[in-house]
């Protein structure tokens, strides 16, 4: 086989590394390594103001979402039945409504979906701004007892692999 020119030996070898960062750098954005969750107040739709540090000792999944959105419509009955089979054991939902979504829209749509988990309004964005500035929806958190974030997930994670990871969480010690 001939071989390659040393000026092409050196731009195949290039584009390998760009292609290892963009993968690297990928999988990076979704996984976090053990950030702390900022501190943010929740700002509950039909309850009480809610802190981060108030979900301290719960695994807690944060979703932000939109009515608008129809992956996020879709994701909503994996996350009831995923809440429903955690929360005994200390697992929190709160799902952000994104601040273009009107607050009427939302709580017409929690009320027909009969969504049994923490509903938030991010009123002016500051929310979004504060997890990292998102963007896309649904783009979803799960944090650990301790604040930490273990995982992002941007677009509807697998009902398995969330379900995994909620459960591994679960086991870990507080």
Not at 74 to 90: D, H, I, K, N, Q
């Amino acid at each position: 086989m001939p071989q390659l020119p040393k000026f092409a030996r050196a731009t195949t070898r290039s584009a390998k590394l760009i292609v290892i960062l963009a993968a690297a750098f990928a999988l990076g954005s979704c996984t976090r390594g053990l950030e702390t969750a900022p501190e943010v107040r929740f700002t509950s739709l039909g309850g009480p103001p809610l802190s981060t540090s108030d979900l301290r000792g719960k695994v807690v999944l944060v979703n932000f979402w939109a009515t608008s959105c129809e992956v996020c419509v879709r994701e909503m009955p994996m996350l009831t039945e995923t809440w429903r089979r955690f929360a005994p054991r200390g697992y929190e939902i709160v799902a952000v409504a994104m601040s273009y979504d009107h607050p009427n829209l939302v709580a017409d749509f929690v009320r027909r979906n009969q969504l049994p988990f923490r509903i938030a309004l991010d009123l002016d964005g500051q929310l979004a701004r504060q997890w990292g500035n998102v963007r896309a929806t649904p783009t979803t958190f799960v944090v650990d007892r301790r604040g930490r974030i273990v995982k992002q997930y941007i677009g509807e994670p697998g009902a398995a692999e969330l379900q995994a990871l909620i459960e591994k969480t679960l086991a870990e010690p507080a």
